[in-house]
T-cell receptor
Framework: EPEVTQTPSHQVTQMGQEVILRCVPISNHLYFYWYRQILGQKVEFLVSFYNNEISEKSEIFDDQFSVERPDGSNFTLKIRSTKLEDSAMYFC?????????FGPGTRLTVT | EDQVTQSPEALRLQEGESSSLNCSYT??????LFWYRQDPGKGPEFLFTLYSAGEEKEKERLKATLTKKESFLHITAPKPEDSATYLCAVRFSGGYNKLIFGAGTRLAVHP
């Protein structure tokens, strides 16, 4: 069964450093998303991506964040100058028109 | 403000003891209500999509229903392996494809 994959599973970084989180969406899906979940809190939408451009972004997704689809299979989230409050689980998801399928997540720890 | 509220926050059941989880929503123009299961440290796993009031979906011991203001996830004769957090999410007009999640119900089923 096709699934969304994410790497790395756990990333530890120092405050102020840049990180890139990687995702491989399900191959025939056209819509891609990033969500995050701070420990003990709700899953929060960050950004959606379609046809090689951002289709919607939340207030959280400020200039610190960027997304890219560098080739036909990968989808990345870059966080510049990380802050302590960026520590969270980051989930990639993909969809056709309906339900979104989530990856296993990357746990980002900013120290 | 668009809201998704789940109740109860936590539920403890004995194996075989049926119950229901609630998800109420106050979004304008519902374009789908989604149920997910989330195990600790993992990504949300898709269960059901409901689009219109009166719709029902079933899978093994789970049955999801939808009204104009809320959805129920009924769990019949649960087993310990059904223990997880169950998340409700909605997609709405004006929200493009983003999902707004509830805080979830933590279900523990004891033998």
């Amino acid at each position: 069964e096709p699934e969304v994959t994410q790497t790395p599973s756990h990333q530890v970084t120092q405050m102020g450093q840049e990180v890139i989180l990687r995702c491989v969406p399900i191959s025939n899906h056209l819509y891609f998303y990033w969500y995050r979940q701070i420990l003990g809190q709700k899953v929060e939408f960050l950004v959606s991506f379609y046809n090689n451009e951002i289709s919607e972004k939340s207030e959280i997704f400020d200039d610190q964040f960027s997304v890219e689809r560098p080739d036909g299979s990968n989808f990345t989230l870059k966080i510049r100058s990380t802050k302590l409050e960026d520590s969270a689980m980051y989930f990639c998801a993909s969809s056709e028109e309906g339900e979104q399928y989530f990856g296993p997540g990357t746990r980002l720890t900013v120290t | 403000e668009d809201q998704v509220t789940q109740s109860p926050e936590a539920l403890r059941l004995q194996e075989g003891e049926s119950s229901s989880l609630n998800c109420s929503y106050t979004v304008s123009g519902l374009r789908g209500l989604f149920w997910y299961r989330q195990d600790p440290g993992k990504g949300p796993e898709f269960l059901f999509t409901l689009y219109s009031a009166g719709e029902e979906k079933e899978k093994e011991r789970l049955k999801a229903t939808l009204t104009k203001k809320e959805s129920f996830l009924h769990i019949t004769a649960p087993k310990p392996e059904d223990s997880a957090t169950y998340l409700c999410a909605v997609r709405f007009s004006g929200g493009y494809n983003k999902l707004i999640f509830g805080a979830g119900t933590r279900l523990a089923v004891h033998p």
